[in-house]
């Protein structure tokens, strides 16, 4: 799997997108992978304002929109029409179901489908990362893209591609290598990137 970087012939608005984002003093680089289904995962994330600089940059990089999950009972009547129009997926997190083997399906039966997700789980300090990035890659068989957002320098990049290779240390070591030089917004509430040993969690 590799990526390539691209070359943006932007539109109007796009353009205001961009100009904001090199106005508040940032610049920031995409690799659209070769092939439309893969999970972005973006991290550090402590603080809400992650959120505000990653979706100018994704206005400003022309970055397609990404899907979403939410509990399928949020995609009832009109509110739950308009929510998959914009990309939402519904999933039942019910004991009985297996949320990892959902994501997979919607993943096969899809011709597009771009998954983002923060690792963490919480903008609070966490000592381990979630595994459900990981084990829905594997079982989709997708490829995991890594997303930066450094503070210290006003970067974001996104491109990198992660190997799944079910060798969760390993694995774990590398993605953990390619975040050690990046500085979040809050350093207190960065924890050490690693999954729980022995870990069940999705």
């Known amino acids: 799997m590799t990526a390539q970087t691209i070359s943006l012939r932007r539109t109007p608005m796009q353009t205001l997108w961009y100009w904001l984002f090199r106005l508040l003093g940032w610049k920031g680089e ?11 995962i973006v991290a550090p994330h402590t603080s809400n ?12 990089y022309a970055i397609p929109f990404p899907n979403f999950l939410a509990k399928d009972s949020a995609f009832r009547g009109l509110i739950g029409k308009l929510g ?25 039966k899809r011709e597009r489908m771009i ?7 919480t903008r609070s300090y966490t000592e381990y990362w979630k595994t ?8 989709a068989n997708v490829p995991v893209i890594l997303a930066s957002i450094d503070y210290a320098r006003k970067f974001i990049s996104c491109g990198d591609v ?5 060798d969760m240390d390993a694995d774990i070591a590398r993605i953990r290598a390619y975040y050690a030089d990046v500085t979040p917004r809050h350093p207190e509430r960065h924890g050490e990137i690693r999954f729980r040993p022995e870990s069940g969690e999705k």
Not at 86 to 99: A, K, L, Q, Y
Not at 115 to 121: F, I, K, S
């Open 49 to 60: 304002f992650d959120f505000f600089i990653g979706f100018i940059f994704s206005r400003a």
């Open 115 to 121: 998954l983002a997700v923060t690792p963490e789980g």
């Open 30 to 40: 995409y690799r659209h992978p070769d092939t439309e289904k893969f999970i972005i």
């Open 84 to 108: 998959r129009r914009v990309g939402g997926i519904p999933v039942n997190r019910s004991e009985r179901t297996n949320f990892v083997d959902q994501v997979a399906a919607e993943f096969h």
């Open 132 to 139: 459900g990035f990981y084990h829905m890659a594997q079982r």
């Open 162 to 166: 992660a190997e799944i290779t079910g």
